[in-house]
């Protein structure tokens, strides 16, 4: 069972920032891309960010020039930055991980962003 732990998430006022957290084991993580996703309520999941195992990023554009994605390998962690949020950024967001062809995912962390 792979588990991956996110935290971070909270109450934030327009404009605000968090930033996410998500601990996975140590050879998933070092072997695989990781990502991010988020739910917001009525709706489905939605890739947000990626980031290779080389660093490499990939951004949703609704992610692009406000969140940053960004993993440190030594404690198998990988984060998500967000800058200038808006109420539309409320959702739970997952940290997910494609390993030999099975996705995990983590139990998520709710964002909730005020006007």
């Known amino acids: 069972q792979v588990q991956l732990v996110e935290s971070g998430g909270g109450l934030v006022q327009a404009g605000g920032s968090l930033k996410l957290s998500c601990v996975a084991p140590?050879?998933?993580?070092?072997?695989?891309?990781m990502n991010w996703y988020r739910q917001a309520p009525g709706k489905q999941r939605d890739v947000v960010a990626s980031?290779?195992?080389?660093?490499?990023?990939y951004y949703a554009n609704s992610a692009k020039g406000r969140f940053t994605v960004s993993r440190d390998n030594a404690k198998n962690t990988v984060y998500l930055q967000m800058n200038n949020l808006k109420p539309e950024d409320t959702a739970v967001y997952y940290c997910n991980v494609n390993h030999g062809g099975s996705l995990f995912w983590g139990q998520g962390t709710q964002v909730t962003v005020s006007s």
């Open positions: 980031i290779t195992t080389v660093g490499s990023t």
């Open positions: 140590e050879l998933i993580f070092r072997f695989n891309t």
